[in-house]
Structure formats: C-alpha cells, structure tokens
C-alpha cells in the first residue's frame, strides 16, 4: 500500500499537468469576390509605410477568357470593416498562385498563369508592379503553365534571375515538365521578355522550385504534378547554375506519386533541422508527407526520412480532375513553453475542408504524431490557397480562406483559449 502511494506522488510531479492550451479559429469576417482561387499575402507600401496585401487569384473554365487578380490593400486594418477588394488585372489567363518578386523590384509581383483546362493552357510569369504587366517568358505557342517562380543570379553576371518549373500537357499522349531559367538582361525597367534558358527540357518539375542552402551547399527543392516527383538540384559550378551539364539532380522519394507541393520549413519536429513539408494531391488517396533531410553532410546521397503525417484525404465528388488535399504550411505558434513545434495549416482543395495539425509530443523530435481538427467546412465549395499572417500584429495570427464555389473569402483569427 505504501509502495503504490508512493509511486503515485511520483508520477503526479514527473508528470506535470502542462496541457496545451486550444487554438481556435474565430471568424472575423468574410467578402464576396467570384472564383476566388489562391490567396497571398505580400508585403506592400500603403500610406508611408509597410502593411500586408491580401493579393486573390481568380478564374473560371470558360475557355479562352481571361480571368481576375485582385487585391485588398492594408488588410491588417480592414479586418472588422466591409471589404471590397480592387481589381489588379483582368488580362491574365488563369492566374495561380502569386509570388513576391521584391527581389527583382521592391513590392512588385509575379503571377504565374495558365492550366490544364481547355484554352487555359496557354500561361506565362507575368511581372506587375505599379500598373505594368509584363509577360517575361518568351511566347513559342507551345502552351506551358507556371505555378511558381524562384530568385537567382544564375549566371554570375550581377542581375538577379528567375527560375521556374512548367508543363506542356497535350490532350493526348504523355505531359512534358521542363526546369527553365530566365536570364534578366539588366535594364533599368523591365518592359519585355528576358531570354529562356533549359536547365532540364524532360521529367522536370512543373509546380514548384524552392532554393534553399543546406551543409553549405545550394539546393533547389521541386516537385512535379504531372511527372509524380520530388526532385533536389544542384551545381558542380554553384554560385553558378547556367551550364546544364553541371547540374544534378536526384529523387527525394522514388514513390510516383501527384505531388502538388514542398517546402523546406525551419524544423517541424524540435531537433533544430530544418525539414521537408509536403502533400500529394490525389482523388483516392491524399496526404499530408514530412521528410528528414540527410544526416548532416550527406545531402547528396543520403536518404531522405519519410513520415506521413495524415492521409486518406479525397474530394467530397469522386471525379476525375479533382483531388485532396491541397496546399499545406508550418506555422511558429509558441505562445506557451509546451508547445515547441509549429502547428500545421492544410488547405483540403476539392473536399472543401482546411485542418489544424497539431503535434503530440512536443519534447520528442523522434515522434511525428499529429492530431488533426478540422475547422473550416465548405458544403459544397473547393477551398483554394490559405494564407496566415499576424496581418494587424496584435499577437494572433489571422487565415483567409478562399471558398472557391461559393465565391466568398472567409477571415479568420486563430486563438488560443
Ligand atoms: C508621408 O511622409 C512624408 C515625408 O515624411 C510626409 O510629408 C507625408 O505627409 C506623409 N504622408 C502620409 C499620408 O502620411
Ligand atoms: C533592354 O534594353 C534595351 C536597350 O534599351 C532594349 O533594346 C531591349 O529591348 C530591352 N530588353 C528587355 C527585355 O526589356
Ligand atoms: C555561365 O556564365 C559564365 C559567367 O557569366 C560564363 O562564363 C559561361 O560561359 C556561362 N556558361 C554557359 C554554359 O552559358
Ligand atoms: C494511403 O496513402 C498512405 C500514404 O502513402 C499509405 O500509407 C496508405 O497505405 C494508403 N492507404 C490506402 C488505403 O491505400
Ligand atoms: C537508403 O535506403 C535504402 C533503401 O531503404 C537502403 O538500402 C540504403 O542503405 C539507405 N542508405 C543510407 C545511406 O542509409
Ligand atoms: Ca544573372
Ligand atoms: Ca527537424
Ligand atoms: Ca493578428
């Protein structure tokens, strides 16, 4: 008897009631805006100073019509009011995702367009800043659609380049995915196309192209949709990338799988590596993928540790063309010691949900355990590209949500309680 109270006075003080506390999104506020697609958030210059732009791409099937990019400028002080968001273009061919290029010029853009719809195919990157829209890829009729867009001086010449993944997908026969780059001539403004150079002109990726150094080595992380890869690059001759024969790449996993996205985050599980956050987009079968770089000086040759954080995820309608789940993002939301790695946002796509992953064991980088909420529910609306930023820095981080059936953009606050 004594024994066994003793051992529970033990476990009562190992064991510290340290629970986390509930992160709950409270809904703000939401706007109509027709089709809206992929959100983004951007840095912008609004009355003298810096403040979040909430850029939306929109689009529709009707073939050979061009669609919509709007804006929300200041959204952080629009949070509570009725917003009604301004037109940036309606010249652009199915707008994707949007890019910051204040690379190229401070609080300018790029959207990437075109897909695989019927006379949607035909994209391009398009450079806006101010009013001028300008296409940078060289038009040769072939069709290809962009979803991202990467900074580099690839060449060494002093001017900061772009690099991109595209696809050229035919009715019939196989999709061709091509790594290109595009060479800035480095003239004061940008006013036509910049020269296309092939990094990989077959099996390329066609989404998107993430650079990012690791073991002091420059890498660039992609994946292909239609091609089912996850790809690393890099050069024999880096800083310089302009010379195809001294390019590598090599399969980050050998599973053919429709990868809609990757990122590299900080670190997912709290060893302090950083670490791969990825999703397949699938009508059957969907997931939610984490992968461990290589052990530390082996980022060439070295396994890559897979984890499948969530899976099973399928569109609310099994029909070809839709799929599950869509874009995911690791947020830093330590707002108390005990919860030590980033909390997870996944956008649903075609089966209209968004999730809130939350890891188990925060003290151990060996477990990848996740629980997964759900909480944002369309009835019957695909949901588009999430984006979160603490948008008015009152310590919360604010999500919107395109609903892209329903034609609405919810705003929410995710609290903790
Ligand atoms: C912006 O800054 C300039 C120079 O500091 C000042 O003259 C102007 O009034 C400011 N404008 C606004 C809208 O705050
Ligand atoms: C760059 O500037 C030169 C000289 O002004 C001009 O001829 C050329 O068309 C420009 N190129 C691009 C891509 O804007
Ligand atoms: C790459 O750029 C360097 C420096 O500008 C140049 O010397 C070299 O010829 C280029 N290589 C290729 C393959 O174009
Ligand atoms: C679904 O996908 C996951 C991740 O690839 C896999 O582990 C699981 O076995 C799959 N389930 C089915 C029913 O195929
Ligand atoms: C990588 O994984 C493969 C297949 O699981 C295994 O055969 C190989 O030994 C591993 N390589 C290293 C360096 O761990
Ligand atoms: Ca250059
Ligand atoms: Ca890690
Ligand atoms: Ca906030």
Same mark, same amino acid.
């Given at each position: 008897?004594? /024994?066994?109270?003793? @051992? ?16 709950? +999104? ?13 959100? %983004? ?23 050979? *019509? ?15 009011? #009725?917003?009604?968001? *301004?037109?940036?273009?309606?010249? =652009? ?18 959207? +990437?367009?075109? /897909?695989?719809?019927?006379?949607? %195919?035909?994209?391009?990157? $398009? ?6 829209? @300008? ?5 040769? !009729? !072939? ?16 001017? =900061?380049?772009?690099?991109?993944? #595209? ?78 024969? !001294? ?11 429709? $990868? ?12 302090? #590596? ?5 999703? &397949? ?7 939610? @993928? ?14 890559? *540790? ?33 919860? !030590? ?55 919360? +981080?604010?999500?919107? &949500?395109?609903? $892209? ?6 705003? $929410? ?5």
């Amino acid at each position: 008897m004594q /024994f066994y109270q003793f @051992i529970l006075v033990v476990n009562i003080f190992a064991c510290p009631l340290l629970t986390k506390s509930e992160i709950t +999104p409270v809904l703000l506020n939401k706007f109509e805006l027709t089709h809206a697609g992929f959100s %983004t958030l951007l840095r912008t210059w609004t009355l003298n100073s810096t403040s979040w732009a909430l850029v939306i791409s929109c689009f529709n099937a009707v073939p050979k *019509t061009t669609d919509y990019v709007y804006s929300v400028p200041n959204i952080g002080q629009q949070l509570t009011t #009725r917003i009604t968001p *301004t037109l940036v273009t309606d010249q =652009i061919i199915w707008p994707n995702g949007i890019v910051a290029a204040d690379r190229l010029v401070e609080y300018s853009m790029i959207v +990437p367009s075109g /897909f695989l719809v019927p006379g949607k %195919t035909n994209g391009n990157l $398009y450079f806006i800043s101010d009013t001028n829209i @300008i296409p940078l890829v060289p038009d040769d !009729k !072939k069709n290809w659609f962009y979803h991202d867009a990467e900074f580099k001086d690839m060449d060494g010449d002093g001017h =900061i380049d772009i690099v991109t993944g #595209r696809a050229n997908v035919p009715l019939v026969g196989r999709p061709t995915t091509q790594l290109v780059w595009l060479k800035n001539p480095g003239n004061q403004t940008i006013t036509g196309p910049w020269n296309l150079n092939y990094l990989l002109t077959k099996g390329g990726p066609d989404i998107q192209v993430q650079f990012a150094v690791v073991d002091s080595l420059q890498v660039l992380f992609a994946n292909s949709f239609f091609e089912r890869k996850l790809q690393m690059f890099w050069s024999d001759l880096d800083p310089l990338w302009n010379d195809s024969t !001294k390019l590598h790449v090599r399969h980050i996993d050998y599973e053919p799988h429709p $990868y809609e996205c990757i990122q590299l985050t900080l670190d997912l599980n709290g060893d302090n #590596r950083p670490d791969l956050l990825v999703t &397949v987009n699938d009508e059957f079968n969907g997931s939610l @993928i984490a992968y461990e770089l290589p052990s530390s000086g082996d980022i060439r040759r070295g396994n890559f *540790t897979k984890h499948i954080l969530a899976s099973g995820f399928k569109p609310r309608v099994q029909v070809k063309g839709q799929g599950a789940p869509g874009q995911a993002i690791a947020i830093q939301y330590y707002s108390f010691t005990v919860r !030590k790695k980033p909390i997870l946002i996944l956008s649903g796509d075609d089966d209209g949900c968004v999730y809130l992953l939350e890891a188990i064991h925060d003290n151990d980088p060996s477990n990848w355990e996740y629980s997964m909420k759900i909480i944002h529910q369309s009835e019957k609306s695909t949901i588009g590209q999430v984006s979160v930023e603490d948008v008015d820095s009152d310590g919360h +981080p604010e999500m919107f &949500v395109p609903a $892209y059936n329903e034609g609405i953009v919810y705003i $929410y606050r995710l609290v903790d309680k």
